[in-house]
């Protein structure tokens, strides 16, 4: 074949339109199918988890748009005129307004890279908005983490970066298998791991939240209120979200001690018990005795200071205060999971000395709210010798009621405490405490309602002590002379289970109860109990690796407080390190090729083979030129050979077919 001819060739080869090959406007799609592919599989992994967190609209047309950019990728069109896309950028713009009303923020800022992202790839053209859209699906997945920093959500942020990386192995080397990119992606991510757990472990910690503008820092969480009405806390039992955990260092005290004292309730409106103000200090108001009880709490952040812990705490970490109402606080808001380690001594007499105030206070009743049972509490209290015979002759009434137990109470108006006592008769946790506070207060009486959690389930699988929103519960104390406040739960009267076994024990009806507590679905609760023991690792040893942990271990290394710069010396050498062992490693590797190379190195190595090795200086067309005149009878497919390659590796948009026809092509070739 001539040189002439041979030019022709190339240049039918090449793409029209640019002096050098280059296509300046392409008519079609500039993404291939399988670099198209990968990159809406890693925006649908950044975009599909946010849904659950979202506005439904903004999570639809997130989607949407994903979806109309693999039909286009599909069909081989072009993608939309860029009027339309700026058009739909600030009707985006709008909508995110309109609903959130502002910009800045988490969720705003996240809704808008979600409908960014997906607007990105429409008008994807060039290996630069690939690496903007990869680089978009990178920071959509590190939002995760604003919402949700549990193992599964860990694990959607991991498989979403290895097809992210994947996205872009294919942009580099769009020839290769998805075999070899999902390969070549997966050892990228295993390579940056040893430098994300020095990272980890040695950078310097930061407590607190991902996201802190004061606007949406800290989503509503449910759990506890510093107020209690009938049917606030039976809407508690139907969670099985988790409040607390604990591990003891001996034996778990047994079901009757497990009272997790928080907020206490000392005024009543009549219908609603409320907090009073208490004085706080640095040591509990009361001096420890008895049975010890050491443990370790890890407890689910709720926005309040309240450290539920059990009654009643020795004096702790110096983060800790201790109020006049016999609870336990911390420092700041609990707006993240903290760990304390605590000791409690259940049968400590609490209260021996109660201010005159605190105790009338504990005795206030609107004089127009329930009636029938001022009246019984008048009559129980009738002659009695002293407050404890008046607390037996209440206790036995309840008792003679007969009240019913159930997690489902009917509605109650005003007169709460009449209606249940002598209508409905059906009544949750804090009905007991509060008809029981009204009975002992109308009978002159110190009462007072304390909310917590009462019970806890011990996972078989870690030991821990779990204790969950279901677990939610009320109780009474009343303050007799010479004893103090004593714990009353009236509860226990009508449901005694309840207190032995949990609300599973309690319930007659299964029905009533959350799925993972019913006792025909142990198999389902011992699924769970796996999945909660892995959780809490992840919690204790990766959430919970906070500052005052890093201190520890640092300080364990000769890296304690007041050497800050030898730590940050040893980060960069530690870095430093694992760059040079993964970079002698990579020498020591065969260099990887591309499918294209290896299929022009077999080309070369079969002309090697007859006679005519290729010079390092020699690109494909020179080489053709060498080839055709050592081999005139194959000069015309050498010539198509040669140029064959050299369009597969320069032209920006060859078939992704025509490297199979030159490996086929390479292989018929007979030289004579």
């Not at 769009?174 to 999902?182: F, Q, Y």
């Not at 110096?318 to 259940?346: H, N």
């Not at 997690?407 to 109650?412: A, I, N, Y």
Request: glycine fraction near 8%.
């Amino acid at each position: 074949m001539s040189q002439g001819r041979t030019q022709r060739l190339i240049a039918r080869l090449r793409p029209a339109g640019h002096p050098n090959g280059a296509r300046a406007n392409p008519p079609g799609p500039a993404l291939r199918r399988n670099q198209g592919a990968w990159l809406l599989a890693a925006a649908a992994a950044a975009i599909g988890p946010h849904a659950g967190w979202l506005p439904i609209w903004v999570a639809a047309l997130g989607l949407g748009l994903l979806a109309w950019r693999a039909l286009l990728l599909w069909r081989g069109s072009r993608p939309p005129p860029g009027a339309l896309l700026l058009t739909l950028a600030l009707a985006v713009a709008a909508g995110v307004r309109a609903e959130f009303g502002h910009f800045f923020g988490r969720e705003p800022g996240v809704a808008l890279l979600v409908l960014l992202l997906g607007l990105k790839l429409l008008e994807t053209r060039a290996a630069r908005d690939i690496r903007a859209g990869v680089l978009l699906c990178l920071f959509l997945q590190l939002a995760l983490f604003f919402e949700d920093q549990s193992l599964p959500v860990a694990a959607l942020a991991l498989a979403g970066s290895l097809l992210a990386l994947g996205a872009l192995v294919a942009l580099t080397a769009p020839e290769g298998s998805e075999r070899e990119h999902l390969r070549t992606a997966a050892t990228l991510l295993a390579q940056g791991l040893p430098f994300m757990l020095v990272l980890f472990v040695l950078f310097p910690r930061i407590q607190g939240p991902l996201w802190g503008l004061p606007a949406d820092a800290f989503s509503a969480r449910t759990g506890l209120s510093d107020t209690m009405r009938p049917g606030s806390i039976s809407a508690l039992g139907q969670s099985d979200e988790i409040a607390l955990r604990a591990a003891f260092t001996g034996p778990p005290p047994p079901p009757a001690q497990r009272y997790w004292r928080g907020p206490v309730l000392g005024r009543f409106d009549g219908r609603e018990w409320h907090a009073e103000p208490a004085t706080e200090s640095a040591v509990p108001a009361y001096a420890p005795q008895g049975e010890r009880i050491d443990y370790l709490l890890t407890i689910e952040p709720h926005r309040r200071r309240w450290l539920i812990a059990l009654e009643h705490p020795a004096a702790a970490q110096p983060a800790v205060r201790y109020t006049s109402d016999l609870r336990a606080l911390t420092a700041e808001p609990l707006r993240s999971r903290a760990r304390f380690t605590l000791s409690a001594y259940p049968r400590t007499p609490v209260g021996m000395d109660e201010s005159p105030v605190v105790l009338a206070a504990a005795t206030a009743l609107p004089t127009d709210s329930n009636p029938r049972s001022r009246q019984l509490a008048s009559r129980l209290a009738a002659g009695a010798r002293d407050d404890a015979e008046i607390l037996e002759r209440v206790l036995a009434e309840l008792r003679a009621l007969r009240l019913a137990y159930t997690l489902r109470p009917p509605l109650l108006g005003r007169h709460a405490a009449d209606e249940f006592l002598f209508d409905s008769q059906r009544g949750f946790c804090e009905h007991f405490a509060s008809a029981f506070a009204v009975l002992m207060r109308a009978a002159g009486v110190p009462t007072r309602i304390v909310t917590g959690y009462q019970g806890g389930e011990i996972n078989p699988i870690d030991g821990h002590l779990v204790v969950r929103q279901s677990d939610a519960h009320a109780w009474a104390e009343v303050w007799l002379q010479g004893q103090g406040w004593l714990r009353v739960d009236p509860t226990a009267l009508a449901a005694p289970e309840r207190i032995d076994g949990g609300l599973a024990a309690a319930l007659a009806d299964a029905g009533e109860l959350p799925l993972m507590l019913r006792a025909d679905m142990a198999w389902l609760r011992g699924l769970r109990h796996r999945w909660e023991a892995v959780a809490n690792l992840w919690n204790q040893h990766v959430l919970g690796y906070n500052p005052e942990r890093q201190r520890e271990l640092l300080a364990r290394i000769g890296l304690g407080a007041g050497r800050t710069a030898q730590t940050l010396g040893v980060l960069a050498g530690a870095v430093a390190l694992l760059f040079a062992t993964l970079y002698a490693w990579s020498l020591r590797r065969p260099r990887l090729q591309d499918p294209l190379a290896r299929t022009w190195e077999r080309f070369c190595a079969k002309m090697a083979d007859a006679g005519l090795a290729r010079s390092p200086w020699q690109g494909p067309q020179a080489y053709a030129e060498e080839l055709a005149a050592r081999f005139p009878a194959q000069a015309g497919e050498l010539h198509e050979i040669c140029a064959l390659y050299a369009r597969l590796r320069y032209g920006p948009h060859a078939p992704e077919q025509d490297l199979r026809i030159l490996q086929n092509r390479i292989a018929s070739l007979r030289l004579k």
